[in-house]
């Protein structure tokens, strides 16, 4: 199985802050990556597919980038809305998850 | 709008077996490969299944495999999981999840995602 470590576990940001996650794989996967938001009690969102594409209706202060096994999510101007968990997921094999980034408020 | 909706979870004793369901509505539901992800109380998301969208096709997380099983029944656009010889590290909320992919034919990410079921096992 592929292993996605996820960094950092928890960050502490304010509105307006630039924030930025990355995602390791154990090997590489192309860019055969999502990234996902999750809200208390709800369902993953799609953020971004295909390590850099913005998923319809998701505003553009998110962006991803990278290939093969180092990947990022950055959050351009943190909004209130903003703070949840975030995960990164591969599909290069059967899909595996990252552990989750919680984005607090400062 | 695209919309995937879970059912069937509940609270079963370890041994036991659950199937739960997932209707699908809001697209061509036989174009499309289906997943089940499930998340722990205060856990991530772990993959569970997926079954490709002529259902020729289905893989299983170690976790799961020989215990569980994924099928699909086109034409009720319905998705489900058979959920045999439950263990208590399979108490979680169950989503079912779309693939992004049109009729793949290799593993696709995810898009949409249902509001999930719990299922916990517990004697």
């Given amino acids: 199985d592929i292993q996605m470590t996820q960094s950092p576990s928890s960050v502490s940001a304010s509105v307006g802050d630039r924030v930025t996650i990355t995602c390791r794989a154990s090997q590489g996967i192309s860019s055969w990556l999502a990234w996902y938001q999750q809200k208390p009690g709800k369902a993953p969102k799609l953020l971004i597919y295909a390590a850099s594409s913005l998923q319809s209706g998701v505003p553009s202060r998110f962006s991803g980038s990278g290939s093969g096994t180092d990947f990022t999510l950055t959050i351009s101007s943190l909004q209130p809305e903003d703070f949840a968990t975030y995960y990164c997921q591969q599909a290069n094999s059967f899909p595996t998850f990252g552990g989750g980034t919680k984005v607090e408020i400062k | ?123």
């Fill in chain 2, 1 to 123: 709008q695209v919309q995937l909706v879970e059912s069937g979870g509940g609270v079963v004793q370890p041994g036991r077996s659950l199937r739960l369901s997932c209707a699908a509505s809001g697209f061509t539901f036989s174009s499309y490969g289906m997943h089940w992800v499930r998340q722990a109380p205060g856990k991530g998301l772990e993959w569970v299944a997926v079954i490709w969208y002529d259902g020729s096709n289905k893989y299983y997380a170690d976790s799961v495999k020989g215990r569980f099983t994924i099928s699909r029944d086109n034409s009720k656009n319905t998705l489900y999981l058979q959920m045999n010889s439950l263990r208590a590290e399979d108490t979680a909320v169950y989503y079912c999840a779309r693939d992004l992919v049109e009729m793949a034919t290799i593993l696709s990410l995810t898009d949409y995602w249902g509001q999930g079921t719990l299922v916990t096992v517990s004697s």
